[in-house]
Each structure stands twice: as structure tokens, then as C-alpha cells.
């Protein structure tokens, strides 16, 4: 080493140390803090998942899903903050580019449910002359059950509309709207499964004449090409008729293949 060199080193070493210091210091600083997030990351992975059902918690709730027919409800109200909860499940059902086609017009309590199915009534008393004796007899067979049962024991029933032109949105196959809102209709049935309320979708077929009516778009509010989809009904059963509703299902493998190589 030289002899200038030393001189140099030796009048500036103050200058090294504290420039050493900092380097040290800010080295260190942002390896605890990459350290800190990575930590952070790990635990919020795992806090994630630990409110994330288990499989098996998911499976049962799926399995204990049951269609429940109001004339088994006791006529106990379901509380707001339930259906809250029911329809903000029902938002997150899967949509093809976010169109979110799913619209529900929500009817409490016994008179909206009442005026509801009036409504559908005198749709079918105006036309009584132009529709066929089978249409109307099975048209009357489904409501005079439906009045009698619904605005008594239903605590809510949500009508089902599909929107067709979502503002902004992306116009697609129609099928595929439909399974979205299908998709959302089966969160809310989950949903209220898991709040103990039960649940029962109605898909109009016995009125669908008047479903698909332009007086029923007109009264609800609905555009061209709107499809209202039927209803579900909400309501409260008694411990010990719910635990006589039973259900099952075909082994699923009667219900796929696997397939490795070519159909």
C-alpha cells in the first residue's frame, strides 16, 4: 500500500466508519422488513384459510340443502339481518364478464306476498275466456295452494329476474345468463341453509303464461328481453319437521366418466 494512500485512509476514516454504519444499518433494515412481509403473508395465508370451511363442513351444508314448500313453515318472520346476509351470498354466484344478470324484487311479509299472487289471479280471470280449460285447471289446482300458504306461513318471497341488457355490461348467450342467475339462486339456498331458513324455488311453471306475460314485465319494472324466473319462498320449520324432510341422490358415479384419452 502507498504511502499517500495510508495519509488518506488515515485522515478520512471518520468518514468510512459512519459511512460503513449506515450501509449496515439500511442492509439490515430492509431485510427485516422483506423478512416481516414474507411473515406477514404466511399468516394471512393461514388466517385465510381457517375461516375457510373444511371440505367436509362444505360438503355437509351442500348435503343438508333441502327444497322446503311453505305449507311446512311455521310462519315465524326470517330477520333482516339474515336476508342480508342470504342476498349478498346470492351476488357472488359466478358471472360470465361480470355482467351479474341476477335482479330480485323482494316482497315481506304477508300483504306484498298477497298482492303479488292477486295480481297473478286477475291476469288468469281476465283471460279465463281465451285460455284452455287444461291451462286453467292447472293453473287453479298450484294457486289455490299458493294463496293459501304463501302470504300466511312465507316470512319474505323474492321474485327472480334475469336482466338481459345489463347497463354497460357485455351482451352474451342468454343461456348463459340464466345460469348465473341460476348460480345465485343456489347461493341463496345455501346461504339460508346455513341460517337455518328454509327455502323453496318456485320456477312458475303452473302460471307461466302469466309469467311470461307483457303485463308481468310491465308491473315489475322490467325491460325488453327481462325473464322473470319464478320465486323463492323464506320461511322458519318446526326442529321436528325438519328433521323428517329427507332426501338422496344416485351414487355420482352414475352421474360422470373420466375420460384419459379420447370420448
Not at 28 to 53: A, C, H, I, M, N
Not at 110 to 128: C, P
Not at 230 to 239: I, P
Not at 243 to 252: A, L, Y
Request: glycine share 4%.
Amino acid at each position: 500500500m502507498s504511502e499517500a494512500l495510508i495519509k488518506f485512509l488515515a485522515s478520512n476514516w471518520t468518514t468510512f466508519l459512519i459511512l460503513g454504519l449506515v450501509i449496515y444499518q439500511r442492509f439490515f433494515k430492509e431485510q427485516e422488513e422483506e423478512d416481516g412481509v414474507e411473515e406477514s403473508t404466511e399468516s394471512d395465508k393461514e388466517e385465510e384459510k381457517s375461516r375457510l370451511p373444511s371440505p367436509e363442513q362444505a360438503l355437509q351444508l351442500i348435503k343438508d340443502r333441502r327444497t322446503i314448500l311453505p305449507k311446512d313453515y311455521n310462519g315465524s318472520p326470517v330477520t333482516q339481518e339474515d336476508m342480508d346476509k342470504i342476498f349478498e351470498a346470492a351476488n357472488w354466484a359466478p358471472t360470465h364478464l361480470k355482467n351479474q344478470p341476477w335482479r330480485y324484487i323482494v316482497l315481506e311479509g304477508h300483504d306484498a306476498i298477497k298482492n303479488y299472487l292477486e295480481f297473478v289471479q286477475s291476469w288468469y280471470t281476465e283471460r279465463s275466456d281465451q285460455l284452455s280449460e287444461q291451462t286453467l285447471e292447472s293453473y287453479r289446482l298450484k294457486f289455490t295452494g299458493a294463496m293459501a300458504d304463501w302470504p300466511n306461513k312465507s316470512s319474505h318471497v323474492a321474485l327472480i329476474i334475469m336482466k338481459r341488457n345489463t347497463p354497460g355490461g357485455n351482451f352474451l348467450p342468454e343461456w348463459e345468463e340464466m345460469c348465473a342467475v341460476a348460480a345465485s339462486v343456489q347461493n341463496i339456498h345455501l346461504m339460508a341453509t346455513a341460517l337455518g331458513v328454509s327455502g323453496f324455488w318456485s320456477s312458475h311453471t303452473w302460471c307461466k303464461d302469466c309469467r311470461d306475460s307483457e303485463e308481468m314485465r310491465k308491473h315489475l319494472g322490467m325491460e325488453e328481453g327481462d325473464r322473470l324466473l319464478g320465486a323463492f319462498t323464506f320461511g322458519h320449520v318446526d326442529e321436528d319437521k325438519l328433521k323428517s324432510i329427507r332426501s338422496s341422490r344416485v351414487p355420482v358415479s352414475e352421474r360422470m366418466r373420466i375420460v384419459k384419452d379420447k370420448i
